[in-house]
C-alpha cells in the first residue's frame, strides 16, 4: 500500500511539476504567448469591430432613366431614400454605367427604358433592369432587394389608383391581399456578423491552442539536443502520461480563460445574440477545449521547426469554417469532406455552439456534439500518449547511447 500512495504521490509530483515547467516556458516565450493569449483576445475584437455594422448601408449604385418621367423620377428617389442604396451617379446610357463598375465606384447599375411610364399607364407590365456587382454577395443583396421592393410598393401605389376605391380599408386590401407576418428567427437584424462570428470564435479557440502548443513543441525541439519533445536532462519528465497530463493542465487553464472570454464576453461587447446560460456553455466547452488541446498535442509530433506549425495551421483554416457548415451548408457538403471534417473538433464545436448561444438549445439538443466532443478528446488524448511514449523512447534510447 505504501508503495502505491508513494508512486501516486510521485506521479502527481511529475504532473504539477510538469504544469508549472510549462507555465514559465509559455510565459517567457513571446512567440507561444502570442498565439495562446493575445490571439484569442485580440483577434475576435479585430473581427467584431469589421462586421459590427451587420449589414451593408449605402451601396453606391449608378442609375440610367431613359424614361425621364414622373413615376421614374419616383422610383429612383424611392431607392435613394432607402438606407441600403445610395444614387451616386446618373448616367447617359448603359456604357458609361459599365464604365463606372469595373472601376468600383458603384456596386449596380438600375437601367430604366424609355417606354417605364407608357407601360405602366396603359396597364401594361414595365422593366427595371438591375445589374449588380456579384463580386461581394452583400452588396448584391442590398442593390438588388431594394430594386424589389421600390417596384412592388410603385406596382402597389398604381394599383390603388387604378381601383378607385373609397375607403382606406380597401385601399389596404388591395395593397396586401394577404397578410403575411415575417418573423426574422436567431438572427433578427440578418447581419453577416451574427451569422459567421459564433463559427469564427470557435475556430479561433481551436487555432490558437493549435499554435500555441505547436510553437512551444517545436521550441523543445531546437533546444533539446535529441531534437525531441522530451528533455533528456530532467529526471521529472520520465512517463508520458505524465507529460501529456502536466502539459494538459497548463494549457487548460489558458484555454478555459480564452474559451470564456470568446463565448461569452466578445458577443455581449458587440450585441451578438446570445441566448445561452452558462451551465449549458459548460457543458459544451469543456469536451471541446480539451478535444482542441489533446488534438493540438497530437499534431505538435509532426512540428519540427517552430515557424512550420504557423504554415499548417493558417493554411486549413478557411477550409475549415466551410467544413463546419456555417458559410456552405452541410447537406451540401460532399460525402468525403464530411468525413474529413470528422477529425476536427472545430466541426461540432462550432455548430454546438451556434445551437446553444444562438438559437437557445438545452443541453440535450446538442447531445450528439457533445458525445463526438468527448470520443474526439479521448481519441486525441490516447494519440497524444502514443506521441510523447515514442518520444520518451527515443530520449531515453539517446541518452543510453
Excluded at 500500500?1 to 510538469?18: A, G, K, P, Q
Excluded at 483577434?43 to 431613359?66: A, C, F, G, M, R
Excluded at 491552442?209 to 529526471?235: C, F, K, V, W, Y
Excluded at 460525402?335 to 473538433?345: H, Y
Aim: proline letters at 4%; a positive charge; charged letters at 15%.
Amino acid at each position: 500500500m505504501s508503495t502505491f500512495l508513494n508512486r501516486l504521490r510521485e506521479h502527481f509530483t511529475d504532473v504539477f511539476y510538469i504544469w508549472r515547467h510549462e507555465m514559465v516556458k509559455v510565459f517567457k516565450d513571446e512567440g507561444v504567448l502570442m498565439f495562446l493569449l493575445v490571439v484569442p483576445l485580440g483577434y475576435p475584437l479585430l473581427y467584431s469591430w469589421i462586421y459590427n455594422n451587420e449589414t451593408l448601408h449605402e451601396t453606391p449604385v449608378v442609375v440610367v432613366d431613359q424614361s425621364h418621367s414622373a413615376l421614374s423620377r419616383q422610383f429612383i428617389n424611392d431607392c435613394d431614400a432607402t438606407s441600403d442604396v445610395w444614387v451616386k451617379y446618373y448616367a447617359q446610357d448603359l456604357d458609361e454605367a459599365r464604365s463606372l463598375v469595373s472601376r468600383q465606384l458603384v456596386k449596380g447599375v438600375y437601367l430604366i427604358p424609355s417606354d417605364f411610364a407608357e407601360r405602366i399607364n396603359r396597364g401594361e407590365q414595365a422593366t427595371v433592369s438591375v445589374y449588380c456587382d456579384m463580386s461581394l454577395m452583400l452588396a448584391y443583396k442590398a442593390v438588388y432587394q431594394t430594386a424589389m421592393v421600390e417596384a412592388t410598393r410603385l406596382g402597389i401605389g398604381v394599383n390603388i389608383k387604378k381601383a378607385r376605391n373609397f375607403t382606406k380599408r380597401e385601399d389596404a386590401i388591395t395593397a396586401q391581399p394577404l397578410a403575411v407576418d415575417g418573423v426574422a428567427m436567431y438572427n433578427p437584424s440578418g447581419g453577416y456578423g451574427s451569422c459567421v462570428l459564433p463559427a469564427v470564435l470557435m475556430l479561433i479557440l481551436q487555432q490558437a491552442l493549435a499554435l500555441g502548443i505547436g510553437m512551444a513543441a517545436g521550441t523543445s525541439r531546437e533546444r533539446h539536443r535529441n531534437g525531441q519533445l522530451i528533455p533528456d536532462d530532467d529526471p521529472h519528465y520520465r512517463g508520458a502520461y505524465r507529460i501529456v497530463w502536466g502539459k494538459a493542465l497548463c494549457y487548460g487553464m489558458i484555454g478555459a480563460v480564452a474559451a470564456a472570454y470568446l463565448s461569452m464576453a466578445v458577443p455581449a461587447m458587440f450585441s451578438f445574440p446570445q441566448q445561452a446560460n452558462g451551465w449549458t456553455l459548460l457543458w459544451m466547452l469543456l469536451p471541446y477545449t480539451l478535444a482542441s488541446i489533446f488534438f493540438g498535442m497530437t499534431v505538435s509530433c509532426i512540428v519540427r521547426y517552430r515557424e512550420n506549425v504557423m504554415l499548417l495551421m493558417v493554411f486549413v483554416s478557411v477550409p475549415l469554417l466551410f467544413l463546419t457548415g456555417v458559410s456552405w451548408p452541410q447537406s451540401s457538403i460532399p460525402g468525403a469532406w464530411q468525413g474529413v471534417s470528422w477529425l476536427f473538433p472545430s466541426t461540432f464545436g462550432v455548430r454546438a455552439f451556434i445551437r446553444v448561444n444562438s438559437m437557445g438549445a438545452s443541453v440535450s439538443q446538442i447531445l450528439p456534439e457533445i458525445r463526438i466532443l468527448w470520443i474526439q478528446a479521448a481519441a486525441y488524448l490516447g494519440m497524444a500518449c502514443l506521441v510523447y511514449r515514442h518520444q520518451f523512447r527515443l530520449a531515453r534510447k539517446y541518452e543510453n547511447a
